[in-house]
């Protein structure tokens, strides 16, 4: 209704440039509408929408396998599943969570929300941005065909059962089967995905904000986005050296991590905790963004120590560099290198700390609305606490000799990445899917969801720690009746049933409120920050007039201070904003990884007499097929076209779109 | 109504820690089972608890006093009826002082914990100096442990003793991929990498049996690949130190199913693999069987060593201990019922 409304106001415009005839071939197609339309899309805001889509796919099926894990565990030596399966399962429960979930969960919102809170009209790199998606998307169905493989009669090692951190030597060829080249290639894919897109939003951030959008008035959640996409650019490079190493140890006889070549296996977990351990960062630091948008909004207060969190966020991204080997205290480090690496890991708690205290300063004398999102945020603290003390236990140390690779240290991470990022990660669908959809959710039902994820999550993994220094080590498919670990074994699984319920409550949620909810209007929340100052769902091209931002928390101030508002209504919406046009190259790239990941996966396999696999055929084509995408990318016409909104900002709720 | 329930929270809590004397042993009411980190019986693992302590103090007084301070920050600032039509509170950005006194309270309270955790580093990770050391040569192989007395001239597998009030250094070493050493009740665990040499050192204060399992993740059965630590006194140390360097018992000649077993071990290929001492039988690739019978466990400390186990073993190896090596032997496949009685009957008399 309201967008057909709209799209009369806007008159549509020729393409800026015309192809010259050299480069029809690449013309740029123009459909913004229909499957076409989202395929070739280059805009932020659709790609944010499948990007959250896809994540919330991969965390369901994440969810699965966790629920199979725990089931398999509820009761002593069970025999549900299979050795074989369990490690399956555990290898790509982690995996699918940390790299198909949180990370590009987070990246939904990189991309819906930062353009909007820096006052852009799209990232950087649109065709990049649609790069990374197909990527990501790319390698989630690369990593996970094993399942489908592994129904064909005569395969059954098509899916990686070596941990989410594949320690050398056990993915060697000696020890494992083709299910580890597909987590290789799998991951390589998706730390391209991660680089591209990281090197798209620091750009975006540094060099695409409004004018007067100092760094120090930008809003948290961009800070942190920033700090976390160094991190990715620093840290992925390590992880994609040592997959290259493994890759050739498996290929092609090499032997940086195989023992009988004189190959050090240790060398393997130094490459993956200097990825491993920012990673951890690259996480938590949008989450803790999140956080910080949405407990000033609720609190009706500025965030308490602005200048202190941002600080304290980019320490926390240094010395996540510099902490790696507290992964590796039981791997023999010297004693030096032991209270080096437990003492750089206790003084990361302080940056930490500082936030939490900022948080609570937040709150400390303001308003405080009970609405879904700070419920999830407010126990975003709680549960990080937690997580954070059993972080501060394991930087002991001697006393990690103990907890190292046993349920403590399940529950631990759980705490930081499930209390931790994932309720953060919910307080921003809540807070924010207002703006993305227009539909307000119904608070009781909110509710129904909070409750049942925190009680199911406690349930689940507080017992987790009473396992763990009971002496119940990681990656056990079964353990004994007689080792006093039968109780909270299985209270654990019920809880992750009754945090099942919550998250299935959450998805239906979320279909109802896209199809019942009420109009969210602008600014449901009573915001502080740009976006609500658009209307939901924002047009394409977000700001009809580039914003002049004279102060932080800058809608705020419009809202509050005259002079501001007086300033703010001489922006006057521009003749003829330019819009990138839509392009296939980015899609065709990121297929062309895929093709060659297949190839390469198969090269060495004893599956070689199936369509040409195990040739060279296959890489060969994925290669030339991404390197043809990105000529044509390089050589398609600019493109591009202009719409108008209208002149008169008589309704608030302006948008336009063309064809 | 919410104040009466938090007393009755409150109270109850204080009622649990004081019937459970929290404050001498604040794990008491855990103390979990045979393989729990609070049991602790060396002086290993037993500053590794208290470490642990003082990181459960003091995180619990943070938890109580930030946690307190943010439950009362939701409660007392929550919303009031009328607040939205009220001005919005002091538009408040913090305060230099606030912070800089909580990151210095936060920094003190770490040092807490990092001077013990220094003390303990050192204690713990660099080799005792003490001549009366006994060493013990542990190799870890896809399932399974080896234990080499190089002094003593013992080897043996899967169940290791030690003299009670010794200290032991372990010379840790692996076979194939990595594998860690752990037994919770005398010390934490040490990793066993390829081409690394690794150790441990720990001692037992007591007699008894200490159940030890690998702790990282080494492939199919990783969780079935346990082990056993015996302390004994030091005279009854030194009797199974001779019992283990003698060789194997020939099986009594009225005991034929014994008899034949010892013929099947070497006819059916048992002997490619297994060493039993005296015998000619050498094999490298599994365990040790010379005084096999009087063992208290199978399979790497999986199962009781009981005639019933020992059957389900031999009849389905992979069945019982998934992705080990004698599953692939096609002689093992080929074994029938009444051979493998024999060959159960061999075993359990190699005392």
Redesign the interface.
Known sequence: MQNEGIRSNVITDTPVAEPSKAAALFSRPTATTGVIGWLTTVDHKKIGIMYGLAALFFLIVGGIEALVIRLQLAVPNNDLI???AY?ELFTMHGTTMIFLAVMPLGAAFFNYIIPLQIGARDVAFPRLNAFSLWTFLAGGIFINTGWFLNMLPAINDAVP?I?WFG?A??TST??SGIGTDFWVFGLQILGISSIVAALNFIVTIINMRAPGMTMMRLPVFSWMVLVTGFLIILAFPAITIALACLMMDRLFGTGFFE?IF?????LWQHLFWIFGHPEVYILILPAMGIVSEALPTF??????????IVFSGVVIGVLGFAVWAHHMF???LS?VA??AF??AT??I??PT??K???W??T????????TTPMLFA?GF??MF??GG?SG??H????????????YFVVAHFHYVLIGGSLFALFTGMYYWIPKISGRMFTEKLGKWVFWSMFAGFNITFFPQH?LG???????????DA????NTWNMVSTIGSLILGVGILLFIYHMFVSLKRGEKAGNDPWDGRTLEWSLPSPPPDYNFAAVPNVTSRDEFWARK?IPEKRKLAAREKPEHGIHMPSPSWFPLIAAVGLLIGAYGMAFLKSDYDNFLGFGTLFWPILGLLITIGAIYGWAFEGPGGYHLHPEEEKHDKESSGKSK | MRQSIRLAVFGSLMVLFAGCGVLDNP?EW?????????DVKGPV?R???D??Y???W??LF??VT??G??AY??FR????PG??D?P????????PL??IG??AG??FL?VI??V???R???????VPDDDDMLVIDVTAYQYWWAFDYPDEDVTTANEVAIPVGRKVKFNLRTF???H?F?V?RL?????M???????LWLQADEPGQY?G????????????MKFRVFAYEEDEFQEWIEHQRSDALEPDDDDELAVEGADLFRRRGCMGCHTVQGTGAAGMAGPELTHFGSRKTLGAGMADNTEENLFRWMRDPDGFK??NLMALDPQVQNLTDEEIEALVAYMKSLK
């Open positions: 299979s050795a074989q490690n059962k941990g320690y030597n056990l000696n020890f023992p004189g190959g050090q296996p240790i609190s009706r207060k500025p965030l308490f120590g602005y200048a202190i039981t791997t023999g004693t032991k209270t437990a003492l206790m003084a708690a302080v700390g500082v939490i205290f900022n609570i300063g709150m400390w004398g303001g308003q405080i609305r009970f407010i603290i709680w606490m937690i003390f501060i236990m930087a002991a140390a001697p006393a990690d000799g103990q907890q190292h690779n046993t009473f220094l009971g002496g119940m080590p990681r990656r056990t498919y079964q353990y007689d080792m006093g670990l509050m | 794990m855990f103390r979990g089972g045979n393989q729990s980190t609070f693992a500053q590794q608890l470490l642990f003082v990181t459960l003091v995180t943070i938890f930030v946690g301070v943010l920050t939701t600032f929550r919303q009031r607040d939205s009220n919005p509170p002091a538009q408040t950005h913090g305060h606030v912070e909580l990151i936060a920094v770490l914990i990092a013990p955790t220094v303990a580093i050192y204690d713990i990770y660099e194939d991929v990595i860690s752990w919770p010390a934490g665990k040490i990793d990498i390829p081409n690394r040499s690794n150790w159940w399992q690998c702790a990282e993740f080494c492939g199919e059965s990783h969780a079935n998934p992705g």
